[in-house]
């Protein structure tokens, strides 16, 4: 009778033992499966933080070049290689905002492609995506300001070309006519002066004479090449280098004197140039 009873007791024991079994081994994958979502949530987490931090990173850069983009003056001062090298920032950043968006991309379709309702990781992934939108369309706003500035130094350095082609072409307008005046106001300063006994003057038909008859000066279709020539400017003083001296044209008697050194030699010395030359710029001095 006890060994009857025994059996179903045993039985109940036995089927008991493995009934909590089973409940460990199903409470154990639960726990693995915990900590293998709570390992997923914390990685997913730790890669928002670093999003983030890259994004904020990125903001420090493109207020850089929001500074150096504020004004044409800024943008006009910097050179050629320098505004290249922000062209090349501002492309390197669109790639990186690219990359980012795709970082947030992959979070979110794992987030949704796990059974998680994680409310907080939702909507810090929908606040870094409206960042990083953000962060694109300043960026965009950049290039096109970039653009109009590059455009506006390129007016501006035609318009220079320009200019300096105008103002070189009036100075050298300018030159030619102070060349000009120079010119005329040196042919207006040249004067022609002979010097020569009786004889020399009539062989080169500068004075015409004869037995009886006053000395004459021939009109001024002069055999130049009898003629020295000088600058009513600086000419003050002529050695004539004769002891007998005597002006023939029509010089104003009171704007010179005839001088003689102490070896008796004459000179001319003009007093008045002005006046001296208001009549004839040929002068004819006879020696003899």
């Given at each position: 009778m006890k060994?009857?009873?025994?059996?179903?007791?045993?039985?109940?024991?036995?089927?008991?033992?493995?009934?909590?079994?089973?409940?460990?081994?199903?409470?154990q994958v639960t726990l693995d499966m915990t900590r293998v979502e709570l390992a997923q949530a914390v990685a997913d987490q730790d890669s928002l933080l670093s999003l983030m931090n890259d994004i904020?990173?990125?903001?420090?850069?493109?207020?850089?070049?929001?500074?150096?983009?504020?004004?044409?003056?800024?943008?006009?001062s910097e050179t050629p290689d320098r505004r290249q090298q922000i062209k090349d920032d501002i492309a390197s950043i669109q790639r990186e905002l690219q990359a980012r968006r795709d970082r947030l991309d992959a979070l979110e379709k794992k987030l949704k492609s796990s059974n998680s309702q994680n409310a907080t990781l939702k909507k810090s992934i929908e606040t870094l995506?409206?960042?990083?939108?953000?962060?694109?369309?300043?960026?965009?706003?950049?290039?096109?300001?970039?653009a109009k500035a590059n455009t506006h130094i390129e007016t501006l350095t035609r318009d220079i070309d320009s200019l300096t082609s105008t103002v070189a072409i009036v100075n050298q307008a300018k030159?030619?006519?102070?060349?000009?005046?120079?010119?005329?106001?040196?042919?207006?300063?040249?004067?022609?002066?002979?010097?020569?006994?009786?004889?020399?003057?009539?062989?080169?038909?500068?004075?015409?004479?004869?037995?009886?008859?006053?000395?004459?000066?021939?009109?001024?279709?002069f055999e130049t090449s009898f003629f020295t020539k000088a600058d009513k400017r600086t000419l003050s003083l002529l050695p004539l280098?004769?002891?007998?001296?005597?002006?023939?044209?029509?010089?104003?008697?009171?704007?010179?004197?005839?001088?003689?050194?102490?070896?008796?030699?004459?000179?001319?010395?003009?007093?008045?140039q002005e006046r001296f030359w208001e009549i004839s710029n040929f002068l004819i001095i006879q020696i003899d």
């Open positions: 060994r009857i009873l025994f059996i179903p007791l045993a039985t109940a024991i036995l089927l008991s033992s493995c009934g909590n079994k089973k409940k460990l081994e199903e409470t904020q990173a990125g903001v420090s850069q493109i207020k850089e070049l929001e500074n150096i983009l504020a004004s044409n003056t800024s943008i006009s995506r409206a960042q990083i939108t953000e962060q694109d369309n300043t960026i965009n706003s950049l290039r096109s300001s970039l030159e030619e006519v102070e060349n000009q005046n120079t010119n005329l106001t040196n042919e207006l300063a040249e004067c022609y002066y002979a010097m020569g006994n009786k004889k020399e003057l009539k062989e080169h038909n500068l004075i015409e004479t004869g037995f009886l008859r006053k000395t004459k000066v021939m009109p001024e279709d280098h004769s002891k007998k001296a005597k002006v023939l044209t029509n010089q104003p008697s009171d704007s010179y004197s005839i001088e003689t050194d102490e070896n008796g030699m004459k000179s001319l010395k003009i007093t008045n």
